[in-house]
C-alpha cells in the first residue's frame, strides 16, 4: 500500500495520542488496596484513595497548565469552559476484553465546545476518546464518513472535495483552522469512568486555581451511576462457566462528585450540569432535585428522545423549555446555538456577582 504523508499542523493542543482505551501497563490486578467501607457510604474521598490514578495524568496537568496561563495571562484575559463530552465505559476486566458503555456519541459536547469558541471561549475539552470531535464532527464517523465529501475531478484525475460541499467545508476548515491556530481547544481524551473521575478532578483543581471565575464547567458527559470497584475487578476475562451460565455484576455506586466539586474543587466557578431522562414526567423534578443536593447554578434538563431540538433549564427559581422547530433542524440549526449564548449570558451574571462579592 502506497504510504500517505500525514498533515503537519493538526491539532497544537492534542492528548489524543495517550491510549486511555487500553488497559493500564501495570495490569495485574492490586489485592492489597483496601476495601471499601460500604457501597453505601463509599465517599469521593474514599474513592480516591481505592482507586488508581491514571499514569499519564502528570502530561494532562502540564498541558493544562500551559494552556490555561496562555489564556489568562494576557492583557484581555479569556474565559476557560470545560466541556466534558460522550459516555464513560465500566470495565469488567483489567485486561478489560467486555465493558459496560452508553449511547452517548458526543454531539452536544463536541458541537457546544464550538459554539464556545465562536463566543470567545477557551475550551479544554474533556472527551470519550474516539467520540465526535469539534470540527471533524461534520465528517468522521459512519453517519458523516469523510470519503462521501469527495470526488474525483475529471479533468486533473486528483481526489478533490465534491463541489456541493466545497463552501460548507470552506466556513467549518476555517473555523478549524483558527481554533488550532489559536491554540483555542485542549483535546483531554478519557475511556473509563475512572479516568473520567481522576481528570475532572485534576482539571477542577487547575482551573479553579488558574482561572477562578472566568471558568465555567459545562459537564454534557453520560457519567455511569455503578462501576466495579478495584478491589473487586477481575484480573482476567471472565471466563465462561465461572460460577454456573450466568453471569452476576455486582456494581458499586459512582460517588455523587458534583457536591465536592461545587463546595470545593472549583467554588469560584458557575457549574451547569445536564440531566438525561428518559421519561418526561420525571425529568423537571430529577433536574430540580440535583439543582438542591449540588447547590450548583444550573441543571439542563434533557430527554433521551427529544435531546437534539428540546432542552430544559431549570434553575433555583425557574424552569424553562427551549427548542429549535423541526424545519430549522433540517435547515443545519442546531439546539446547541440556542443553549450556548443563554448559558454564557449567566456565566456574565456569574462572573459579575462574584466581583461584586470580591469587592465588598
Ligand atoms: O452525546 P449525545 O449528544 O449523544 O447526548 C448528550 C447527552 C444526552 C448525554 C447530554 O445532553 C446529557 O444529558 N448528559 C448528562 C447525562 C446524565 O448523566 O444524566
Known amino acids: 500500500a502506497p504510504s500517505i504523508p500525514r498533515p503537519n499542523h493538526s491539532r497544537a493542543s492534542s492528548l489524543e495520542r495517550i491510549p486511555t482505551y487500553a488497559p493500564a501497563a501495570a495490569s495485574a490486578i ?18 480516591f484513595e481505592t482507586n488508581i490514578e491514571p499514569s499519564y495524568l502528570p502530561e494532562v496537568r502540564a498541558k493544562l497548565r500551559k494552556f490555561i496561563r496562555f489564556h489568562t495571562e494576557r492583557p484581555d484575559p479569556r474565559r476557560i469552559v470545560l466541556v466534558t463530552s460522550g459516555g464513560t465505559t465500566v470495565p469488567l476486566e483489567n485486561n478489560t476484553v467486555r465493558f459496560i458503555d452508553n449511547f452517548s456519541a458526543g454531539t452536544r459536547g463536541a458541537t457546544s465546545a464550538e459554539e464556545f469558541v465562536d463566543n470567545g471561549y477557551a475550551v ?20 458523516n464518513c469523510f470519503l462521501d465529501f469527495l470526488a474525483v475531478d475529471s479533468s486533473s484525475g486528483q481526489v478533490v472535495i465534491d463541489s456541493a460541499y466545497q463552501q460548507e467545508m470552506k466556513v467549518v476548515y476555517q473555523q478549524y483552522r483558527k481554533a488550532m491556530d489559536e491554540n483555542l481547544i485542549l483535546f483531554v481524551p478519557f475511556t473509563t469512568v475512572n479516568q473520567y473521575l481522576f481528570t475532572l478532578k485534576l482539571v477542577s483543581h487547575e482551573l479553579e486555581v488558574g482561572a477562578g471565575a472566568l471558568a465555567l464547567f459545562y459537564l454534557a458527559a453520560a457519567v455511569s451511576d455503578f462501576f466495579v470497584p478495584r478491589s473487586k475487578i477481575s484480573e482476567h ?7 454456573g451460565n450466568s453471569l452476576v455484576l455486582d456494581l458499586d455506586p459512582v460517588p455523587k462528585f458534583l457536591k465536592r466539586l461545587v463546595e470545593n474543587w472549583a467554588p469560584r466557578a458557575m457549574i451547569v450540569s445536564f440531566k438525561l431522562e428518559t421519561d418526561e414526567t420525571l425529568l423537571v423534578g430529577k433536574a430540580r432535585g440535583a439543582l438542591e443536593r449540588y447547590s450548583h447554578q444550573l441543571v439542563i434538563g434533557n430527554l433521551l428522545q427529544t435531546r437534539k431540538h428540546t432542552v430544559l433549564f431549570v434553575t433555583k427559581n425557574d424552569a424553562k423549555e427551549y427548542s429549535i422547530t423541526e424545519q430549522q433542524e433540517k435547515e443545519g440549526v442546531v439546539i446547541e446555538s440556542v443553549i450556548v449564548p443563554k ?10 456577582g462574584i466581583q461584586q462579592h470580591q469587592q465588598q
Open 30 to 47: 492490586d489485592r492489597t488496596v483496601p476495601e471499601p467501607v460500604a457501597a453505601e457510604v463509599l465517599e469521593e474521598q474514599t474513592y
Open 124 to 143: 479544554v475539552f474533556l472527551h470519550r476518546q474516539f467520540s465526535l470531535l469539534p470540527y471533524s464532527r461534520h465528517y468522521s464517523h459512519t453517519t
Open 237 to 243: 476475562k471472565i471466563q465462561s462457566g465461572s460460577g
Open 343 to 352: 448559558v454564557i449570558d449567566a456565566h456574565s451574571e456569574w462572573i459579575t
